[in-house]
């Protein structure tokens, strides 16, 4: 079969060059997003930072405060917390970009499953997020507090939280896009739901281990990423075992078509468009 490049096949024909400019102009767009969200976002500074410190300043006892040790803090800090902001903001922009730079080199298929794997996985990062500061933060702020030693003050310096707060928040996006790399082993043929399941046991310890290296050295934020990393891992399981069963219903459906004559079959359908457009 003729293996033309079509507009729905993977593109072979554009210089190396061009896909360097293409590269610089979708980093530009990039980076042009993130300073228009930072810009935005300075004149809310003091409004963001007291909004995060929130679930830390509940449990403060009356009469203590947070400090700032650094003369520079009480505006680096804030400073530093818009343009994170503006970073995780633009999350959903900056894979578009990336999105619109790799699919033209997709199969139909391929970006098909591709999509809404995109979709998913900002969901899930944006609800890892949320999911650390609406439930961690309150059980680990309220249980440090409870067991600061009887003389001591807590008065955390805001550098210092912000930074801590930061590492949780990250560590929580990254933790909840489990599933989405559950079902790509799968997609990929790398391993099968079944070696998974009976891989489990590692997992979970697995997912401890990462706890400890993704959050602050104390057990307990250590539980409350690893508990929901394996759940998540269960959940991705069970999505990847559907994956499974419908590609082999399709299989059943279809058992002399293989998934390379399906591209070849797309990409002349799609040439011989293009040629009739012309």
């Known amino acids: ?17 061009e896909h360097l400019l293409e590269l610089r102009d979708r980093l ?27 679930p830390l300043l509940r449990f403060m006892p009356e009469g203590t405060q947070m400090i700032a040790i650094d003369p520079a803090a009480p505006f680096f800090t804030p400073f530093k917390l818009a343009i994170v902001l503006a970073i995780f903001i633009t999350i959903p922009y900056i894979l578009h970009q990336a999105w619109s730079f790799i699919a033209p080199g997709l199969y139909t298929h391929e970006k098909a499953m591709a999509m809404p794997l995109l979709v998913s996985s900002i969901c899930l990062f944006y609800l890892g997020m949320a999911f650390a500061y609406y439930v961690v933060f309150p059980i ?11 003389g001591v003050s807590m008065m955390t310096d805001i550098s210092r939280y912000l930074d801590f707060v930061l590492k949780l928040f990250f560590a929580f996006g990254v933790a909840f ?9 799968v997609w990929m043929g790398l391993w099968t739901p079944d070696d998974l399941a009976e891989k489990r046991p590692y997992i979970i310890i697995g997912a ?29 399981l069970l999505f990847a075992r ?37």
């Open 28 to 54: 530009l767009r990039i980076v042009l997003a993130i300073i228009i969200f930072l810009l935005c976002l300075m004149p809310f500074t003091e409004i963001l930072f007291i909004t995060l410190a929130e």
């Open 208 to 236: 401890f281990v990462i706890g400890m290296f993704m959050t602050p050295p104390d057990i307990f934020s250590q539980t409350l990423l690893a508990v929901p990393v394996w759940l998540l891992f269960e959940v991705g």
């Open 1 to 17: 079969m003729n293996n033309a490049t079509s507009p729905e096949s993977p593109k072979n024909d554009m210089p190396f060059l």
């Open 242 to 278: 559907a994956l499974v069963k419908r590609r082999e219903a399709a299989e059943e459906m279809f058992p002399t078509v293989r998934e390379d004559d399906i591209q070849a079959i797309e990409e002349d359908l799609n040439r011989l468009d293009h040629d009739d457009k012309k």
């Open 140 to 150: 680990l702020f309220g249980f440090m507090v409870t067991i600061t030693p009887e």
């Open 177 to 185: 896009e489990v599933p989405i790399a559950t079902i790509l082993l």
